[in-house]
């Protein structure tokens, strides 16, 4: 939609881009459920596992993403649509935030990931932005913003008390880069594109985060920023 009213794309770039996303989703997705199926227990047990229950949130969070492009040709699908994706993503946040209120989750094993779930508020509020939900929207903006920082708490915690991450899991740390990027999306979509002090604050976060991974990027030769982030701050400038 912004490709379309900024530089002027053909709208059948954009719909083929979300036909084809939409389709690896749901193939993924049901490809996933129905292997749940035949192994009773498994979609729980990944959900209790502390280094794989924050990836169970992936596919609402995906799902959400594509939203506000199917309300432009089906708006009211769009919300019952996206009405279950908000649901099912709230019942596995209360999920995983309920195993580490119980102590079921090691600190040790809190990895990268785990701002995908707790940070998805402002992917959220894009989402219900894009269907004109806009005081949802703000409400989105909001549990997000606390999850975020909670989260950050307790992972910069994990990163000074405990070992270093494993080598592979480097690259991951691009995602605190990319949580505030995309936390100023939602708040720039939810107040009309507007500059105010929230925006001043999270660029300030954003440019600090941006100095970190340029450090992490110099001192270890395998760190890469990751997709999201890079894409995530490029267009938290553009807007």
Do not use: K
């Not at 709208?11 to 881009?17: F, M, R």
């Not at 995908?116 to 929207?137: E, F, H, K, N, Q």
């Not at 002090?197 to 985060?209: F, M, Q, S």
Request: charged content about 10%.
């Amino acid at each position: 939609m912004e490709a379309q009213a900024v530089a002027g794309a053909p709208a059948w770039a954009g719909d083929t881009a979300y036909t084809g996303a939409a389709v690896a989703w749901l193939i993924l997705t049901v490809a996933h459920l129905a292997q749940g199926l035949r192994r009773p227990g498994m979609l729980g047990a990944d959900l209790r596992n502390p280094v794989t229950g924050p990836l169970t949130a992936y596919p609402p969070v995906v799902g959400m993403l594509m939203v506000p492009h199917l309300g432009l040709y089906a708006h009211t699908a769009a919300e019952w649509i996206c009405g279950v994706f908000v649901a099912t993503l709230m019942l596995l946040v209360a999920a995983m935030l309920t195993n580490l209120f119980r102590g079921d989750v090691p600190l040790a094993a809190v990895h990268p990931g785990y701002f995908l779930p707790y940070a998805a508020g402002s992917i959220t509020s894009i989402a219900l932005d894009g269907i004109g939900a806009r005081t949802a929207a703000l409400t989105a903006v909001g549990a997000g913003l606390f999850l975020w920082v909670v989260l950050s708490a307790l992972f910069f915690t994990r990163l000074a008390t405990q070992e270093a991450l494993p080598a592979a899991a480097t690259p991951l740390l691009s995602v605190l880069l990319a949580s505030p990027a995309i936390a100023g999306i939602a708040w720039f979509a939810a107040h009309e594109n507007r500059i105010d002090p929230i925006i001043d604050a999270l660029a300030g976060v954003i440019l600090l985060l941006i100095l970190v991974q340029v450090s992490l990027f110099r001192f270890d030769g395998h760190h890469r920023c990751g997709g999201q982030a890079a894409s995530a701050v490029s267009y938290s400038a553009v807007r």
